[in-house]
């Protein structure tokens, strides 16, 4: 199953090597990875998307424990949270297809952010799922160009992480 | 006071109580041997061969000691020697502290002369690392690497200090507090679990004690006994635990795992509870895990969360410092009501005493040949078993861990996790350094004590009498025995060929030198070897033994504990 491993980590050179590395080291898998700076300038708060059986996340969990520059970590899967992604896609659109991506992306509430005469790009914002089946609907020869975020999120009502 | 980075460090050894550092020179470390000439009041410097030698005496100088080991060594080269050793004490969990110049902050990333990325290279091998970038955060970080090395589950700690760093100027105090909001070593176990878990140990049935190197690093010998005898349990341990409870208590079942005893390997097989302490359910302890004791409920005492439920689900996690945990476990039992099941226990004892009854470390005695097993037996009578013995990698170590009983903890001082050979001799070094009375011996092989000879010079320099067991087969011996069971006997490369004569290359080095061949004469010859008379020489005793011999008993792989090749 999907986990989204949430933590805040000291804001070093070096964090984020030491956190790609266990995982590297040990085996696990990373679906997709982000990380930036939080309100507190000591800190940065990473995001991962991994899975595994819940043993073996339990076990991912404590191994990020036990690295020194990692101050907290929560898998947000385990209780209600909210999930987000950004995502970049640019299509070639010409024709007919100019007004179709137009409906899809206002059915999915994408925005178009850039145009040429033969190019839109679409920004979207969403649940991975969400944006995974927006490229469902479009044929993949007119995809040039797609870049995610990789997904952020935090614990639904008043919990939260902080240090 | 006002001073360079270089004296700095020098200074804040001192006031860490650091009594010796192990190292080499080298350019990006210059200013730190021209503080440590020019500062250095009481800290003691000790100038090996080779950086490989110098982390491995200061891991021996921890093991025997529980103090951390100081390592000093160059940027580049330097650091990537130094390697082998680092790995060799994150495998077991050894605190230590290592010092590493590093090119100056401006050449970092240019492919400057000997630039390494060290904090790179160790990072999957140390607890933590630093590269220092301002000469104000000096002693604040080497604060930090000293007490991350010692606290919670102890491990090595890379300091990179860049030379530009060394030759700064900063003021300096010693730092008394250590502010790391991130690392926070859990200081006692839950007594929710603790309780739990008496209560499970006392309705038991087939109880095991099954103890390992946390015990040791855990300093909890004395718990563990008083626990042991209180219980009246059996016990085992792991190569690395062997000495926190005395081998030659009756209650001792000897080691267990790959070359354990039949009685520790079927006692656990066959237990309804294992309480693990300080252990971690390696993969030479388990056997194959699918056939891993099969009725077993376990309860497991750990200072590392991450050690737990790792290879085996375990029923009682408990995380705490062993010897903390211990101590409750003790004052819970001298208040419960509760009893153990006596009769149980009575048939249970007397199921293990026919498993003992085998005998499983008998071995052949006739023959020319010197028996490995013999010597090591003749080694325990002439030191009345009351040596530190290091060891290298391979049969000798098997033949010394079940041949010569420890009854102390931190008497036995061997490379368990990662297996480095190479490791024995510069770590009875650092034995020697710490327990400059004691005898300290290093039980090795051909092979091995070819991968850090040169340390025979810095024993001279420093007069330090290690006594070098060499159980010369000819073979790399443990390698031989793997491809006669398991490669019909095609013995690729693992003969010795072109011997030095160990006794002219010890003499040639300044020491003694002494080869015993002949049964008969064994004893007599370790008699004298460990007699007053070489009180203050390094001996090299060069044992020519049985070329065939193998290590029984063995739990092939992919077997379980109750599948053990017995001769
Ligand atoms: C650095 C290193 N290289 C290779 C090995 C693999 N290895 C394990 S035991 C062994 C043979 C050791 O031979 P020797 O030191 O003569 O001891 P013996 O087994 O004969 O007692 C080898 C090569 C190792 N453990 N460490």
Redesign the pocket.
């Known amino acids: 199953m999907k986990h989204i491993i949430s933590m805040l980590m000291e804001n070093e050179s070096g964090a984020l090597s030491r956190v790609a590395g266990l995982f590297s080291a040990r085996g696990y898998n990373i679906h997709a990875l982000t990380v930036a700076p939080t309100e507190d300038d000591s800190l940065s708060r990473l995001t991962l998307v991994t899975s595994g059986t819940s043993a073996q996340i339990e076990q991912v969990v404590k191994h990020l424990n036990r690295l020194v520059d990692v101050v907290k970590v929560l898998d947000l899967t385990e209780g209600e949270h909210i999930e987000r992604e950004l995502m970049l896609i640019k299509l070639s659109a010409t024709g007919d297809m100019r007004e179709e991506y137009k409906r899809l992306a206002d059915i999915f509430r994408g925005d178009i952010v850039d145009v040429t005469s033969t190019t839109y790009t679409i920004q979207m914002v969403g649940k991975s799922q969400k944006l995974d089946a927006f490229i469902d609907t479009i044929d993949p020869v007119l995809i040039l160009e797609t870049v995610r975020s990789g997904t952020v999120g935090v614990m639904r009502g008043e919990k939260s992480l902080h240090v | 006071m006002e001073m360079t980075g270089a004296q700095i460090l020098v200074h804040y050894l001192e006031d860490e109580g650091v009594e010796h550092i192990w190292g080499y020179p080298g350019g990006a470390v210059l200013p730190i041997y021209d503080a440590l000439d020019t500062d250095a009041d009481k800290l003691n410097h000790i100038l090996v061969r080779h950086e490989q030698a110098a982390v491995h005496a200061a891991d021996g100088y921890a093991r025997s000691t529980g103090k951390p080991g100081v390592v000093l060594v160059t940027s580049g080269p330097g650091a990537t020697n130094a390697v082998?050793g680092i790995a060799t004490a994150y495998m077991d969990s050894i605190p230590m502290v290592c010092i590493t110049g590093q090119v100056p902050t401006a050449m970092i990333g240019l492919d400057a002369f000997q630039e390494i990325d060290t904090v790179g290279i160790t990072r999957p091998i140390v607890k933590h690392n630093f590269l220092v970038k301002d000469v104000n955060d000096l002693a604040d970080t080497l604060k930090k690497a000293f007490y991350l090395a010692t606290t919670g589950r102890p491990g090595p700690v890379v300091v990179d200090i860049p030379k530009d760093i060394q030759t700064a100027k900063s003021s300096y105090v010693y730092p008394q507090e250590v502010d790391m909001r991130s690392y926070l070593p859990v200081t006692k176990g839950h007594s929710g679990q603790i309780k739990k878990a008496v209560e499970m140990m006392l309705s038991a049935k087939r109880p095991i004690l099954y103890s390992g190197g946390g015990s040791v690093l855990g300093d909890a010998s004395a718990e563990l006994t008083k626990l042991t005898h209180k219980l009246g349990f059996p016990i085992v341990q792991t190569l690395m635990g062997l000495g926190a409870f005395p081998a030659s208590d009756k209650q001792s079942l000897g080691m267990l795992g790959m070359h354990g005893t039949y009685e520790a390997n079927l006692s656990m097989h066959h237990s309804d509870l294992i309480i693990a302490i300080g252990a971690r359910f390696d993969d030479r302890v388990t056997g194959n895990l699918e056939k891993f004791c099969p009725d077993a409920k376990i309860i497991h005492v750990d200072i590392d969360p991450a050690s737990i439920s790792k290879n085996v689900i375990v029923d009682i996690p408990i995380v705490g410092p062993v010897k903390q945990v211990l101590t409750e476990m003790n004052a819970i039992l001298d208040e419960t009501t509760l009893k153990s099941d006596k009769e149980a226990l009575a048939d249970w004892w007397s199921q293990i005493e026919e498993w003992r009854a085998t005998n499983c470390l008998r071995y052949d005695t006739i023959g020319s040949k010197i028996k490995?097993q013999a010597a090591v037996e003749s080694v325990w009578r002439a030191t009345n078993g009351d040596a530190y013995v290091s060891s290298?990698?391979?049969?000798?170590?098997m033949?010394a861990a079940q041949y010569y009983p420890f009854d102390k903890p931190r008497r036995w001082i061997n490379s368990g996790g990662l297996?480095?050979?190479?490791f024995g001799l510069p770590a009875a070094m650092g034995v020697q350094m710490a327990h400059p009375e004691a005898t300290s011996i290093c039980i090795?092989?051909?092979?091995?004590?070819q991968?850090n000879i040169q340390e025979l010079s810095t024993c001279l320099q420093y007069g330090l009498p290690v006594k070098i067991i060499c159980?010369?087969?000819g073979?790399?011996?443990?390698?031989?025995?793997w491809q006669e069971f398991f490669y019909e006997r095609r013995y690729s490369m693992?003969y010795?060929d072109s011997l030095p004569d160990f006794v002219k290359l010890a003499e040639s080095y300044g020491h003694v030198g002494v080869r015993i061949e002949d049964p008969k004469t064994l004893d007599a010859q370790l008699e004298e070897v460990f007699s007053d008379k070489y009180k203050d020489r390094l001996v090299f005793v060069d044992i020519l033994t049985d070329q065939q011999e193998n290590v029984y008993p063995m739990i092939p792989a992919g077997a379980g504990l109750n599948e053990m090749i017995l001769v």
Do not use: A
């Open positions: 082998t490995p290298d990698v391979g049969q000798h170590q033949y297996g480095t050979m190479g090795t092989g051909e092979g091995s004590i991968m159980l010369n087969n073979f790399l011996g443990m390698v031989r025995q693992s010795m």
